[in-house]
Every structure is written in C-alpha cells, then in structure tokens.
C-alpha cells in the first residue's frame, strides 16, 4: 500500500472525535487541517501532531492553495458540507464526507452528478451503518436467501430522551430552518440501511409525526436543567461549564426554539413487493436501533446496544443467537471500518465501495421525500418527486 496523506476540514465532534481517531494509528496519513474555532484548531494541531503551516482557518484557505494532500473529510456542519465538496472534487482531492452529503435536495443532486464526472476521484458518503458488525451480519442473513425471501422490514431509530434534548433541542439541529429535518440529519443513515438490506429501490413512502412533547407548554420548573453528552469536541470542565453557562446547552428543554419532530414514522413501499415501517422517537431510555426482519420462511430480530440478533426459522423449536464481532470505535465499529475501506480505496481505485456519493444519493431522497409527506400529509411517489427536483434544477 503506497503511502497517501489526508487533510481534515472540521474539527468539531465528528472531525475530531469520530474519524481523525484513525489517523493516531497511522500517523503518516494527517498532514492538515482546517477549522475556524482557533481552540479547536490548536486542540486538533496538537492531538494530531500537525504542522502550524499545515493549519487554515477556513476550507477556502486550504484548498484554494495548491494541493495538500491526497484526500480530504469533509466534516463540517450540514449546510456547509456542498461548497467545499464540489470545491475539493474540481481540484482532485479524493473525498470523505459526512452525511447528510448537504441540508437542501438540489445540493445534493448535484454532488451526486459531479460524482459521475470525476470517477476517478472516490467520493464516499460517511453512511458508517453499513461499515458495522451488526448491520453486515443482517445483510449476509438476508443475501444468504436461507430464510427464503424477504418481505417486510421493521426497522426502529431509538434517539434516547438526553441525545435528543441535547442535539436537537438545544443544539445544532434543533431547528430545521436553519440546519436539516430530523429524518436527514438523524436518519439519511436508516433510509440507507434499508436501501441496503433490502437491495431494491424504494418507490413509495408516507411519513407522519410531529413536535407534540418538547414544547413550553409543558413546561415544568423542577424538570432537570441539562443533559451533558457532547457538548464540546475539547470535554474540559471549563468547556462544559462554559457551555452550559453562556451556550444554548444550559437551556431548559423546554423553552428552547426547536422545531423538528419529536417522533416520526415511515412506511415504505420497495420493488418485489417488500414494505417497511421505520420509527423514529425520542421517548427511548436507550440510544439504540432495533430491527426486525420477516422473510417467507422465518424472521430474524436485532438490538444494535445488546449487540446480539436472534435468527428463527418457522417449524423448528431452536433459533439461532449471533453476537456479531465488537470493533472498539465509534457507531458500533463503523466509524473505524469505514476510514479503513476509505484508505484501501483511494490507494486502490478498483476497491469495491460501499458508500458512494452516487449511490448515497437515493437514501437522501428518501429522507426528503419522508419530511415531505410529514409536513403535507401526502403519500409520495419517489420518481416523480426526484424527477420534479430534477425539473427544478433545469430551470
């Protein structure tokens, strides 16, 4: 494997915390960085052992300067994600970017076009779920046919009550006219699983939910104050107290100026006849995702915290109990895994991918499809909402 370098641009949570971790384990692969917070940056310059010539405030600044480095992540906030993608593909970085691939449709489409104009450059979407133990294990019980066909998928996005209050309450998801609906920014990973397991294309989908909980009214004074969960990538006492003293972190829950739903269910329609129903809610202890899937001879359940699927074929007493592999990082080993197949690609451009921005492009649809079925109770037709963006676009 020939040695290649990667640059970072973000060095928020995900940037710091979810991806750059694999560069501790090969240190000749980070070379730069770029990120506006003058704290993180210089946290992320001395954790990651970075040259200060190497360090820009902004991804203009560094990609605007002739190329440094080989590949690029792309790990900034949602609607910051299309500028210096196209930015990076037009200059020949190969690219990892964090999902959603943009907050608004049109970005999106094209991403996914100007993938198919660079296919030399890999373009992969950070969809991690796939780079998992537990969600290859479920993909290779239902390609391995042993349950005969599948039929129906059920599929539950637990978010946990503290994740939800933190991230989409107070913090930077929290309203969706700023930033991205619940069901893309949380879940553009979900409709990616099912687009995977079941390996068909998905033509119809209805969504119905709602913000009905976290709202003033209410309110309740002696209701706990602030949930610590990932407030700062840099978890100092002073960051977090600083956070919840002067930040929107030390909020009470509900008296905050969110907007998106609290709870959300999908139903979808596949080709070959194969319907799901994805859950989406915050009123979960645990944050976790739960799956069931039904097949013409048996049916299999998974909890992705308990690690653990349990596999029943119809007319036998006994099921089988499969703990799929722990890998130590986040999202249940995916994060690791993919950086991994993301390296292996760019060094090897005949690598299979499973992540491709093109192929990334349907399960954002999905997504916005789904939000609008929410908000006008209408039961859409993914073609046709695709070809009306297209449409658009033309214009």
Known sequence: MKKISVAV??????????????????????????????????????????????????????????????????ATSDEQHYEPAQMALKKGYHILLENPMSNKLEEVIKLGELAKKYPDQVF??????????????????????????????????????????????????????????????????DMDILLWLTGKRCKYISSFGSLSHMIEENFQDNLLKAYLYAVDSNQTNENLKKAITTGPYGKYVYKCD???????????????????????????NDCSRTTKLMFTHGEVGGNSLKNVIEVHNFGERNHMIIHPKIVKSGHGGGD??????????????????????????????????AEYSRLNH??????????????????
Request: proline share 2%; charged share 25%; aromatic share 10%.
């Open 124 to 189: 992969m979407i950070c969809h991690v779920l796939r780079y998992t133990p537990f969600f290859s294990e479920l993909k290779k019980l239902v390609d391995s046919k042993e349950l005969g066909e599948l039929v129906n998928i059920q599929h539950n996005e637990n978010i946990g009550y503290y994740h939800y209050a933190h991230s989409y309450i107070r913090g930077n998801w929290k309203n969706s006219n700023e930033t991205s609906p619940l069901v893309l920014a949380k879940s553009c990973h």
């Open 258 to 284: 969110n907007n998106v739903a609290d709870h959300m269910v999908s139903i979808l329609e596949f080709e070959n006849n194969i319907t799901a129903t994805f859950n989406l809610s915050d009123f979960t």
């Open 9 to 74: 641009i973000g060095a928020g949570v995900r940037g710091m915390n979810a991806y750059a971790p694999y560069l501790l384990e090969n240190p000749t692969l980070g070379q730069v960085v770029a990120e506006p917070n003058e704290e993180k940056r210089n946290n992320f310059k001395n954790r990651y052992n970075i040259k200060e010539e190497n360090t820009f405030y902004s991804y203009n600044d560094l990609i605007s300067k002739d190329k440094l480095a080989d590949a690029l992540i792309i």
């Open 336 to 369: 690791f895994k993919l950086m991994d197949d993301f390296i292996k690609s760019v060094n090897n451009r005949e690598a299979h991918i499973k992540t491709s921005a093109i192929d990334s492009v349907e399960s954002h649809v999905m997504a916005f499809a």
């Open 378 to 395: 209408e039961v859409v037709d993914i073609n046709k909402f695709l070809r009306n963006e297209l449409e658009k676009l033309k214009k």
